[in-house]
């Protein structure tokens, strides 16, 4: 059995059996019969119930956030914003699909050449608890605008949330097997996902999670010569110039930090800050850390949730006490606090540098780590000193500067003077260990279609 367990509380919440192989075969062929089927299934009809699934997140909100809250922890108001952007992104790819999937034509030595984008199949996703709704439904949208079929292995503690996204799919009326979850014992996960990405009905993975779990799907796609897109970890560097609007950056660097308790890939996590403001930056953080309402998810006015799981929690706080043990300097928080839960205080860590866990590894949790920087160049040898490359961030108040030093980043995403966000309209992805292929925007619709080329000679 999968059992859940609320993590600001550690009650458990359910119980849910899981699949064995014989299970799977059967739901992954019936998946395929449907997908064949639905991919001959016009534009309109596809937009018409896509559409549909955005109404439903939109006028069942608080059901699917209290979910989210209840199995994750994050704070019921963050909750409600992840499922409006996903009715967002239903009907972002239900909208702009048919001009996304639209042939191409050139001519070719006086031939017509024709690239045509087309469904490979069924896809298989694997998802994170993070954000047990956004992380799938970008995924799915385009990838059944597209005439795919969809199977989800997602995290175990978000079952709930797996089986209410699979139930929008049928309550809006796409055929009951196009969209489908899959339910595995942690035990079992390694082999059941080689059964899954081995099985011919399985046509390419995505992935989103830690750079570990891209390593051992990408390592079976790649085996069954089977394409994968990997959205993985992330250790985004936001970097503070020394003419930057300290106060603005303050709060864009805290909220990029606390959001989701930091449980995000692109979430703020090293502040590269420049000698001359790192004294005014390193001050506002802290009171802004201190001052952020940790609490029930549930309570009015919590900006900080727990983590969502125990162990998780412990990984934190192991890495906040390595760096601490290392050198680094504890500002605020660093501190496990009594009671039932899985909650973290928002923490600061100063004098951080190589050789320190804030440094050298992706923390999962309210943690900010402060790395004092002298010159431009010096910023960018630091932002650049990872194994990640997800998103980053610069802040001055010279946008060409900013831009300048936004092109020497090793990253899929660079924002300036703001936070960075996964936004329908923009790819979607990284570089280095953070992973490799698109979601959103026409990039990410193509990832998983066949472009085939047709050579039409004139008359």
């Not at 959205?231 to 989701?260: F, K, T």
């Not at 001052?291 to 029930?296: E, I, Y």
């Amino acid at each position: 059995m999968i059992v859940t367990i609320n993590p600001a509380t550690g009650e458990t919440l359910a119980e849910y059996p899981v699949m064995l192989a014989g299970d799977i075969d059967t739901l992954l062929r019936k998946a395929d019969g449907d997908y064949r089927r639905w991919r001959h299934t016009g534009m309109d009809e596809r937009r018409a119930l896509m559409k549909k699934v955005a109404e439903l997140l939109r006028s069942q909100l608080d059901e699917h956030a209290r979910l989210i809250s209840l199995e994750m922890g994050k704070p019921f108001g963050q909750a409600v914003g992840e499922v409006n952007k996903c009715a967002w992104v239903c009907d972002y790819f239900a909208d702009h699909a048919e001009a996304f999937l639209r042939p191409e034509e050139s001519i070719v030595d006086g031939a017509r050449g024709v690239v045509k984008f087309e469904p490979l199949g069924v896809i298989l996703g694997v998802m994170p608890w993070n954000f047990p709704y956004w992380q799938v439904l970008r995924f799915a949208a385009p990838t059944i605008m597209a005439g795919n079929g969809i199977v989800v292995k997602h995290a175990p503690n978000v079952t709930g949330c797996s089986i209410a996204i699979e139930s929008l799919f049928r309550e809006a009326g796409f055929p009951e097997h196009l969209y489908r979850a899959v339910h595995i014992d942690i035990d079992e996960v390694d082999r059941l996902s080689g059964f899954m990405i081995d099985h011919p009905v399985v046509k390419a993975v995505s992935v989103t999670g830690s750079t570990g779990a891209g390593r051992a799907v990408a390592s079976k796609a790649g085996r069954a010569i089977k394409r994968c897109v990997l959205e993985l970890g992330g250790s985004d560097p936001y970097i503070v110039l020394d003419d930057a609007d300290v106060s603005q950056a303050v709060a864009v660097c805290a909220a990029g930090r606390l959001l989701n308790a930091g449980q995000s890939c692109i979430a703020a996590k090293r502040f590269i800050v420049h000698s001359s403001v790192i004294e005014e930056f390193t001050s506002e953080l802290v009171l802004k850390m201190q001052s952020a309402v940790m609490g029930d998810p549930f309570s009015e006015g919590v900006e900080v949730g727990p983590i969502a799981r125990a162990d998780l929690r412990d990984q934190v706080h192991a890495q906040v006490e390595r760096s601490v043990a290392a050198g680094a300097r504890l500002l605020c928080g660093g501190v496990l606090p009594k009671g039932a839960g899985c909650f973290y205080p928002p923490t600061v860590l100063a004098g951080v540098g190589r050789g320190m866990a804030a440094y050298d590894e992706e923390i999962f949790g309210p943690v900010a780590s402060i790395i004092e920087v002298e010159s431009d160049d010096e910023a960018v040898i630091v932002a650049n000193d990872t194994d990640y490359g997800l998103g980053s961030a610069v802040f001055s108040r010279d946008q060409g500067r900013a831009l300048a030093m936004a092109d020497r980043l090793e990253t899929g995403n660079c924002f300036i003077n703001s936070m960075v966000k996964s936004d329908p309209r923009l790819p979607f992805g990284g570089v280095k260990q953070s992973g490799f292929g698109r979601e959103l925007s026409h990039h990410g619709i193509r990832e998983f279609v066949n472009i085939k080329t047709l050579f039409i000679p004139g008359d």
